[in-house]
């Protein structure tokens, strides 16, 4: 079977809830800055969000504990999240790159997939067309971006990360083996670092490596997704690009029946409504990669935050572990909280999981 040779960009941009707000704050531009719980010099709860890159340059990361990142550079700025401003600019980005073409898919709020195939005609004039979008966004949003050019999802995504900030990494389909085979099987879309650690006990470090195992040995260790996971080494993915309509998220909230700050039956409660928001996910065939939590608090203010994974999950524990960290940062022992929520979305339904690969 001859298949039509395909064309896929992958867009993300670079380091983007921090990147909004100096663009936001010109005062801030060339300092370290912060983005998520309020560190409260040192002894704040929950996590980093993002970080620009100044910040980087000290080890700070997305994800990690706000007092560690603190402890690494507490000389930088310090931002709650404003989800609202982000979602805001997020969707004008979105209608920049829909007019590019009709195949396109949001991957979370700073990512998306287009299917340039019937746009150009060999992968020079992809190149030409990847920096046409690159300098639209920054001359409408004055925002940077980096884009992955493959012949398939996966390998564009993998691009994308190659060169970050401003960057534009062009993989060829006769080039996809080469590129692949050096880098660290982390970076393949569902090995986590558990995987990680196994893949390494049989002397897998690389994707090179993980392509030359025996697929046998790979379902044995892992299942179904060993299966899979070789033949992403391989650089195999036929899924396609196309934008998830009709399930936007699914969630569930609860009122108090007094106001509270006991923060255990605040969490238990968390915990609770996450078990029957993942309940809906399964049944639904659905995996999910953002989280996004709901607290207000007895004088009715009200906060979102939400964090996108690094990748897609239908796991329970990857809920209930980031709708708590989420939480944390919103404790205090001064307030009474009246209501908790908790909301997934970004959805796959594992129907298209199973064709990703
Ligand atoms: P990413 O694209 O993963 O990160 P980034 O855009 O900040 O940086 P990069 O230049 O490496 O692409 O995520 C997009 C946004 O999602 C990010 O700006 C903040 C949010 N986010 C979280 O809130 N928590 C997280 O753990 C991660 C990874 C991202
Ligand atoms: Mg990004």
Redesign the pocket.
């Known amino acids: 079977m001859t298949e039509k040779k395909r064309i896929i960009f992958h867009v ?9 707000e100096e663009r936001e704050h010109l005062e801030y531009k060339g300092k370290p800055v912060v ?2 719980a309020d560190p409260k010099q040192g002894k704040g709860r929950g ?7 100044e910040a ?1 340059k000290f080890g700070v990361r ?2 990690m504990p706000i007092s560690k990142a603190w402890k690494l550079c507490p000389e930088a700025i310090y931002l709650p ?1 404003n989800y609202a401003l ?1 979602t805001r600019v997020s969707e004008r980005i979105m209608e920049i790159l829909r007019k590019y073409t009709d195949k396109f898919e949001r991957w ?4 998306a997939f287009l299917d340039v195939t019937s746009k150009v005609k060999d992968f020079a004039e992809a190149e030409t067309l990847a920096r046409e979008i690159k300098q639209q966004i920054y001359s409408e949003e004055k925002l940077t971006c ?1 884009i992955g050019v493959g012949p398939n999802k996966l390998v564009a995504k993998i691009a ?2 190659i060169q ?2 401003n960057g534009l990494t062009i993989v060829k389909e006769e080039e996809v083996g080469k590129f692949l085979a050096p880098l660290s099987v982390r970076k393949l879309l569902w090995v986590g670092r558990k995987t990680e650690t196994k893949l390494n006990s049989i002397g897998v470090k690389t994707i090179g490596d993980l392509a030359r195992c025996d697929p046998t040995v790979l379902t044995e260790m892992f299942g179904g997704v060993g299966g899979q996971m070789y033949l992403m080494a391989h650089g195999i993915d036929r899924s396609e690009v196309e934008e998830r309509g009709e399930v936007k998220s699914i969630s569930r909230e609860r009122t108090f029946e007094q106001d509270t700050s006991d923060f255990g039956l605040v969490l238990e409660t968390l915990e609770r409504i996450a078990k029957e928001v993942h309940e809906d996910v399964l049944s639904q065939s659905l995996y999910f990669k953002t989280v996004t939590i709901k607290v207000r608090y007895e004088n009715f203010e009200t906060h979102v935050h ?5 990748f897609i999950t239908n796991r329970l524990q990857d809920l209930q572990k980031t709708a708590r960290e989420l939480l944390e940062a919103y404790f205090r022992a001064d307030r009474k909280i009246r209501l908790v929520g908790v909301r997934v979305s970004t959805f796959v339904s594992a129907e298209r999981q199973k064709t990703l690969v």
């Open positions: 993300d941009m670079d380091h983007f809830f921090t990147a909004v983005v998520g996590v980093v969000s993002t970080c620009n890159y980087r997305s994800g999240v982000y979370g709020i700073d990512e980096s994308t990360d970050k900030p939400g964090k996108t994974l690094p």
